[in-house]
């Protein structure tokens, strides 16, 4: 793992303007985002110990699977060069293949092998079936599910969430994070802390189910409160409003989020604080889980809301 060096502890930042004093919280947020330049964010955290048990087993071949903006198999496919191993992308949609994103272009340029599916095919990517098919299609390599969530990923986020806990000197009321598979949300739940978790897609609440699925073996996980409203639109979808309250969020404090997940979910904050849904007092841990890429994806398509 020393060619993936990362820089930690991440820092963890007080925010503060009008709205957060009215909510009279104490309102932080850990910069993850700043964890590795190409392997960002909770990605970084979920990737490592599924790494680590690659290289345990002496696997030459990672594996993976994403859409064409997916920040995981932009991680994947750095994490891996950076590695050493050779790894495979299986990618949503067969239309990206003439016509490849600036995510999949750097994966491309991470040397890894693109493979494009149908969105029927694609459904079936956590099929043991399925798996087993690929498996053999491709000689057996290390499989690492969408997103990069599975049990050994909710250790590597457990550890964000201890490190903000020994930055803080106590436990926060709350983490907030948004939520994609869900695996970040788990992984903070893991360590018995709360979670107000923001869907980024549409009809986010299947979530609760994979989340506590995620969490059948942890003893004593906190308490999940999952936000399904704040989508605008649906996945990979954004609206002219979240736009100018993400370059608002910029102007007053100099960091910069994105519109796919992190955007959603402080839009959320902001919401949630607006509405005295917070007590006066409450600290609350917003998680920048990174995705910093997906900015030239918004610059590409600007702001006409489609994946
Ligand atoms: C992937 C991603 C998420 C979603 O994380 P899950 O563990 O899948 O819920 C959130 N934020 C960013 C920036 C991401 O890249």
């Not at 503060?16 to 850990?30: H, M, P, T």
């Not at 099929?127 to 969408?146: G, Q, T």
Request: proline residues 4%; glycine residues 10%; charged residues 20%.
């Amino acid at each position: 793992m020393d060619k993936l060096v990362p820089f930690l502890p991440t820092p963890l930042q007080l925010l503060s303007d009008d709205e957060i004093r009215r909510a009279g919280i104490r309102l932080y947020i850990k910069r993850d985002d700043l964890i590795h330049p190409t392997v960002s964010g909770n990605k970084w955290r979920k990737l490592k110990y599924n790494l680590a048990d690659a290289i345990a087993g002496n696997h030459a071949t990672l594996l993976t699977f994403g859409g064409a903006y997916s920040n995981h198999l932009y991680a994947t496919a750095a994490a891996g060069n950076a590695l050493g191993f050779k790894t495979i992308g299986i990618v949503r949609g067969e239309d990206f293949e003439s016509e490849l994103t600036p995510t999949l272009l750097f994966c491309r340029e991470q040397n890894m092998d693109l493979h494009f599916i149908s969105r029927q095919e694609y459904k079936r990517r956590n099929e043991a079936e399925y798996l087993n098919e690929i498996s053999k299609k491709f000689k057996m390599p290390y499989l690492i599910p969408e997103g990069g969530t599975t049990g050994l990923a909710l250790n590597g986020v457990g550890e964000m969430a201890t490190e903000t806990q020994s930055q803080l000197g106590f436990r926060p009321a709350y983490y907030a994070t948004a939520a994609g598979t869900g695996g970040t949300a788990a992984g903070i739940l893991s360590t018995g802390s709360n979670v107000l978790a923001f869907s980024a897609l549409k009809g986010g609440g299947f979530l609760a189910d994979d989340i506590s699925e995620l969490l059948a073996t942890s003893e004593n996980p906190g308490n999940l409160q999952l936000l399904t409203q704040y989508h605008f639109g649906g996945y990979a979808k954004w609206t002219p409003e979240l736009l100018s309250f993400m370059a608002d969020f910029y102007a007053r404090h100099g960091i910069q989020l994105e519109q796919v997940y992190t955007a959603k979910m402080m839009y959320g904050l902001y919401d949630l604080m607006a509405k005295d849904f917070f007590k006066p007092g409450d600290t609350v841990v917003a998680v920048h889980t990174g995705g910093l890429q997906g900015l030239l994806v918004q610059k590409m398509t600007d702001n006409q809301s489609g994946t």
